[in-house]
């Protein structure tokens, strides 16, 4: 009899430790930043664009990493990259004062490269998405809006598209049609594909895409092992794209772990990440 205050003392430490443990690995999971990188290879690539850089950033949120958000400005900086890419969800809708989170962040990541950003579901939800566009092209920003720009170096370029969220206008351009217009426009050329919807990977293969950076899924939120996650948006519980590339029918889709947790449950062995990627022949 005497043994059983201390066994339930033990147990109530195990209960402790795990749930310190536990904590913990939230914690972390939710405020160290790491960089992965990646390679597209793709030999559609044009030679002069052969090791070109890029930053993709996805599902800020309005979450700082340091004091002035110095954290991911110095993560991107030191990647070195020729463009940023945002595709999406910079803002959240559930959070105040996001104007002061954007005019602190994006004059930042233009000093570093040119910006390129498309919307996510979050923009169109918080209610201010034409004054956040107005505002991003102000700062130098190219918001692409089921749109397209070229991107060069030497004697050859690509085409960077970008598609607004299915959040968005309802007469919007389909994405096949900002296709159809790049293949008249610019026959044959490599296209890189910016949209928020990581879901969507045998419209972009059907429409001969070569390369798509996306988002949308923070990373399936817990990632356990053998698994791509636990849940995320769109895809519900143990979803198919979450983290890293994925390949169909010579498309390529890159997808985002993001950088912030959700209503649905905390980040957990999923750390914010900051995506380098470099584009090869190879």
Not at 87 to 103: H, L, S
Request: glycine share 10%; net charge negative; charged share 25%.
């Amino acid at each position: 009899m005497k043994r059983r205050p201390w066994k339930r003392f033990k147990a109530l430490l195990r209960l402790l430790v795990l749930a310190a443990i536990f904590g913990l690995l939230a914690y972390d999971s939710s405020v160290r930043l790491v960089t992965d990188e990646f390679t597209l290879g793709n030999g559609r690539l044009p030679e002069d664009l052969e090791g070109v850089r890029i930053v993709h950033l996805s599902d800020l949120h309005a979450v700082r990493f340091g004091e002035g958000n110095r954290e991911l400005i110095d993560a991107v900086r030191e990647c070195r990259p020729d463009i940023i890419c945002i595709t999406g969800d910079m803002v959240d809708a559930a959070r105040e004062e996001q104007e002061p989170y954007v005019r602190e962040l994006i004059p930042e990541l233009t000093s570093i490269a040119p910006v390129y950003f498309v919307s996510g579901n979050h923009e169109w939800a918080a209610g201010w998405a034409r004054e956040l566009f107005e505002m991003l092209e102000e700062m130098g920003v190219t918001v692409l809006r089921n749109e397209y720009v070229t991107f060069g170096r030497g004697d050859d370029y690509m085409v960077i598209a970008g598609v607004d969220d299915p959040n968005g206008l309802r007469d919007q351009k389909s994405p096949a049609q900002v296709v159809s217009e790049i293949r008249e426009e610019h026959p044959g050329k490599y296209i890189l594909m910016l949209a928020h919807r990581d879901t969507e990977l045998d419209m972009w293969s059907g429409l001969g895409v070569d390369a798509v950076l996306c988002g949308h899924a923070h990373g399936g939120l817990i990632r356990l092992p053998f698994t791509d996650g636990l849940i995320a948006p769109g895809q519900g519980f143990f979803p198919t794209w979450t983290a890293g590339i994925y390949e169909q029918g010579g498309t390529q889709m890159l997808v985002s772990r993001g950088f912030a947790g959700s209503h649905m449950a905390p980040r957990l062995f999923n750390n914010p990440e900051v995506v380098s990627v470099t584009l090869s022949r190879g």
